[in-house]
């Protein structure tokens, strides 16, 4: 997703402003100071001039447009001024206000195209300023152009040369970029990083893979030890800095408000066991963990009594309730007796969100996942297909929203809920009837020549949100439809966990969006838990790794709320703080092969 940059002052600064001259200026601070000069009397002293000299005038103004902040203006003059015939130096300066234009028109493509221009490869011979500024504004680039590694590290390489009042904001945009950057990318980056750029990456590998507050502190102070000359270990970037804090104000007593009897009581043991394995993971390396209290939610009138009760026993956090009903009950309150980490989201509004966080595993997640990955595979056309359900239709919604902010077209949403009229509703969707009559006038024709039907070209990809067995029937109908290959990117809902595969049959290629606890089974719990919990290999893992990621993160939310860019590495997914306390998932991506799902790799053919 596109970042906010920040453009400090030395990385738009230009000088120099100029207009003609009696004598024949080479070089760019052979021409006088004139800041009053206009673009326009810039431009007509160059055109009194030739060659060279006529070059080095209309890059001047291009500069003047560029310091008034008419990009636009810029680019324009620079399409008049040949780059490649002019001395190195300009051609420096001609890459960087080409690159500055585009940056700021919105061309990021284009900003990264001429900042990596031949002539930068001379920057170091240039002033010490010249080569800061252009510098800054390639980190600038890279960061609009979702290069966060390749910013981070260029603005490592010049923080020591800095003013010192300068060095502290830039070691924070260090560590904004990385925080930006997926960890695949930062575990490959850290895999051939050395030196001071390896420190700041291992250290944004602790805030994102230590979810658990204390593991993470102790593997702070481990960090500290290894690198203690780093720049970054005088002065900690802000959200480390407040791990200290978040230890120290720790709830030592907790509360699990969960339906211990009635319908959901096998969901509550699988959310109790797995938030209670995480606990029993840091006690194992002796540190000392809160105080757990179990309150069955199914024994009071409502939730606010649970709380109550729970706070005059000492409890000084509460995870749950799970029921949807509790959960809306106390988001509609004032305020709460204690902080609240629902299990469950609530419709409406929150009334008391700073002490009201709210955690699940709503589709909407794996919807808004669906539409980035898609948009990540390069597609940019594409169609729905879900059901009448409730759950169906907010993953729907959901990805609608998603793929329209990200500039996607939405060709068509269908609902596939009526096996009798599914292969209708795909033929019309796929426009194959048309191509067929098509393919139909070619035979009649030609004669022997036999045409093959095609679907429509403009659709890259289906979002599916459906149960297995509607999803058994939606792929094989593509193919008959002459679309096998049309990627298909869909919930968890569409498919089951078998480690058999047969359950999965006519399913191969689906791309599916799933937890990292069952999509990659490399969570340091994953083998003692499904060892104790088999169970927790099967569909209700995923709420095992719920209960897992609700005791890692619930003394991390004051730190996921005052620094929004904060993502955790967690058992459900990568997980961030949205608006009104709700946590929000990032989903991992597999793809059915022989009935059993396989990471997926990112689609590298667009």
């Given at each position: 997703?596109?970042?906010?940059?920040?453009?400090?002052?030395?990385?738009?600064?230009?000088?120099?402003?100029?207009?003609?001259?009696?004598?024949?200026?080479?070089?760019?601070?052979?021409?006088?100071?004139?800041?009053?000069?206009?673009?326009?009397?810039?431009?007509?002293?160059?055109?009194?001039?030739?060659?060279?000299?006529?070059?080095?005038?209309?890059?001047?103004?291009?500069?003047?447009?560029?310091?008034?902040?008419?990009?636009?203006?810029?680019?324009?003059?620079?399409?008049?001024?040949?780059?490649?015939?002019?001395?190195?130096?300009?051609?420096?300066?001609?890459?960087?206000?080409?690159?500055?234009?585009?940056?700021?028109?919105?061309?990021?493509?284009?900003?990264?195209?001429?900042?990596?221009?031949?002539?930068?490869?001379?920057?170091?011979?240039?002033?010490?300023?010249?080569?800061?500024?252009?510098?800054?504004?390639?980190?600038?680039?890279?960061?609009?152009?979702?290069?966060?590694?390749?910013?981070?590290?260029?603005?490592?390489?010049?923080?020591?040369?800095?003013?010192?009042?300068?060095?502290?904001?830039?070691?924070?945009?260090?560590?904004?970029?990385?925080?930006?950057?997926?960890?695949?990318?930062?575990?490959?980056?850290?895999?051939?990083?050395?030196?001071?750029?390896?420190?700041?990456?291992?250290?944004?590998?602790?805030?994102?893979?230590?979810?658990?507050?204390?593991?993470?502190?102790?593997?702070?102070?481990?960090?500290?030890?290894?690198?203690?000359?780093?720049?970054?270990?005088?002065?900690?970037?802000?959200?480390?800095?407040?791990?200290?804090?978040?230890?120290?104000?720790?709830?030592?007593?907790?509360?699990?408000?969960?339906?211990?009897?009635?319908?959901?009581?096998?969901?509550?043991?699988?959310?109790?066991?797995?938030?209670?394995?995480?606990?029993?993971?840091?006690?194992?390396?002796?540190?000392?963990?809160?105080?757990?209290?179990?309150?069955?939610?199914?024994?009071?009138?409502?939730?606010?009594?649970?709380?109550?009760?729970?706070?005059?026993?000492?409890?000084?956090?509460?995870?749950?309730?799970?029921?949807?009903?509790?959960?809306?009950?106390?988001?509609?309150?004032?305020?709460?007796?204690?902080?609240?980490?629902?299990?469950?989201?609530?419709?409406?509004?929150?009334?008391?969100?700073?002490?009201?966080?709210?955690?699940?595993?709503?589709?909407?997640?794996?919807?808004?996942?669906?539409?980035?990955?898609?948009?990540?595979?390069?597609?940019?056309?594409?169609?729905?297909?879900?059901?009448?359900?409730?759950?169906?239709?907010?993953?729907?919604?959901?990805?609608?929203?998603?793929?329209?902010?990200?500039?996607?077209?939405?060709?068509?949403?269908?609902?596939?809920?009526?096996?009798?009229?599914?292969a209708n509703q795909m033929g019309e969707l796929l426009k194959i009837r048309q191509s067929e009559r098509r393919a139909n006038n070619i035979q009649g024709i030609l004669g022997d020549v036999k045409?093959?039907?095609?679907?429509?070209?403009?659709?890259?990809?289906?979002?599916?949100?459906?149960?297995?067995?509607?999803?058994?029937?939606?792929?094989?109908?593509?193919?008959?439809?002459?679309?096998?290959?049309?990627?298909?990117?869909?919930?968890?809902?569409?498919?089951?966990?078998?480690?058999?595969?047969?359950?999965?049959?006519?399913?191969?290629?689906?791309?599916?969006?799933?937890?990292?606890?069952?999509?990659?089974?490399?969570?340091?719990?994953?083998?003692?838990?499904?060892?104790?919990?088999?169970?927790?290999?099967?569909?209700?893992?995923?709420?095992?790794?719920?209960?897992?990621?609700?005791?890692?993160?619930?003394?991390?939310?004051?730190?996921?709320?005052?620094?929004?860019?904060?993502?955790?590495?967690?058992?459900?997914?990568?997980?961030?703080?949205?608006?009104?306390?709700?946590?929000?998932?990032?989903?991992?991506?597999?793809?059915?092969?022989?009935?059993?799902?396989?990471?997926?790799?990112?689609d590298d053919r667009f």
């Amino acid at each position: 997703m596109p970042r906010t940059l920040r453009l400090s002052a030395l990385s738009i600064a230009l000088s120099w402003l100029v207009v003609g001259c009696s004598s024949q200026p080479t070089q760019l601070d052979d021409l006088p100071r004139t800041p009053q000069a206009s673009v326009d009397q810039l431009l007509k002293d160059a055109d009194r001039e030739e060659g060279a000299e006529a070059d080095l005038m209309r890059l001047y103004a291009a500069q003047a447009a560029m310091q008034a902040g008419d990009a636009e203006r810029t680019q324009q003059v620079l399409q008049r001024v040949p780059q490649s015939k002019l001395p190195t130096e300009q051609q420096i300066r001609f890459s960087e206000l080409q690159a500055q234009s585009a940056l700021a028109m919105g061309d990021n493509a284009g900003a990264l195209r001429a900042i990596q221009h031949p002539s930068i490869r001379q920057l170091d011979s240039r002033p010490l300023e010249e080569q800061l500024r252009v510098q800054q504004l390639r980190a600038n680039i890279y960061d609009a152009n979702e290069k966060p590694i390749d910013a981070a590290r260029e603005r490592m390489f010049i923080n020591s040369l800095l003013p010192v009042s300068a060095q502290n904001n830039n070691q924070q945009a260090i560590w904004d970029s990385l925080a930006q950057a997926s960890t695949p990318a930062l575990q490959q980056a850290a895999n051939a990083a050395t030196g001071e750029f390896a420190g700041w990456v291992q250290l944004a590998l602790i805030n994102r893979q230590n979810s658990n507050l204390d593991l993470q502190i102790q593997a702070l102070q481990a960090w500290r030890e290894t690198y203690p000359n780093h720049p970054a270990n005088s002065k900690l970037p802000e959200a480390m800095e407040q791990l200290q804090e978040l230890q120290a104000s720790r709830p030592t007593h907790i509360g699990l408000l969960l339906p211990f009897s009635g319908p959901l009581a096998n969901v509550a043991q699988a959310l109790r066991d797995g938030f209670l394995a995480a606990q029993y993971q840091a006690q194992s390396q002796g540190i000392e963990q809160p105080q757990v209290t179990l309150y069955d939610s199914t024994q009071y009138v409502d939730a606010l009594q649970a709380l109550n009760q729970a706070k005059a026993e000492g409890v000084q956090w509460i995870i749950g309730p799970l029921e949807k009903d509790k959960v809306a009950y106390l988001a509609g309150l004032p305020e709460l007796p204690l902080p609240v980490l629902s299990l469950n989201y609530s419709e409406q509004q929150s009334n008391n969100a700073l002490t009201f966080y709210q955690f699940g595993l709503a589709p909407e997640d794996e919807a808004r996942s669906a539409a980035v990955r898609a948009w990540e595979d390069g597609r940019r056309r594409m169609a729905t297909l879900t059901t009448n359900d409730d759950w169906s239709q907010r993953a729907n919604f959901a990805f609608k929203q998603q793929w329209e902010a990200l500039g996607g077209e939405l060709l068509g949403q269908e609902i596939v809920d009526q096996p009798a009229t599914v292969a209708n509703q795909m033929g019309e969707l796929l426009k194959i009837r048309q191509s067929e009559r098509r393919a139909n006038n070619i035979q009649g024709i030609l004669g022997d020549v036999k045409a093959q039907p095609t679907p429509r070209q403009d659709l890259d990809a289906l979002f599916l949100a459906a149960t297995p067995l509607q999803a058994r029937q939606i792929k094989p109908t593509l193919a008959f439809q002459y679309a096998a290959d049309l990627p298909v990117y869909a919930t968890s809902h569409s498919y089951q966990v078998d480690p058999s595969g047969t359950q999965n049959t006519d399913l191969d290629g689906l791309l599916v969006a799933e937890t990292p606890w069952l999509l990659d089974q490399d969570d340091p719990l994953y083998s003692s838990v499904t060892s104790n919990w088999p169970q927790a290999a099967g569909p209700l893992g995923r709420l095992y790794a719920m209960g897992i990621d609700a005791q890692r993160i619930f003394s991390r939310l004051p730190q996921m709320r005052q620094y929004p860019d904060t993502r955790i590495d967690g058992a459900t997914g990568l997980l961030s703080l949205g608006q009104g306390g709700r946590i929000q998932r990032d989903l991992a991506w597999g793809q059915i092969q022989e009935g059993l799902l396989e990471p997926a790799v990112l689609d590298d053919r667009f």
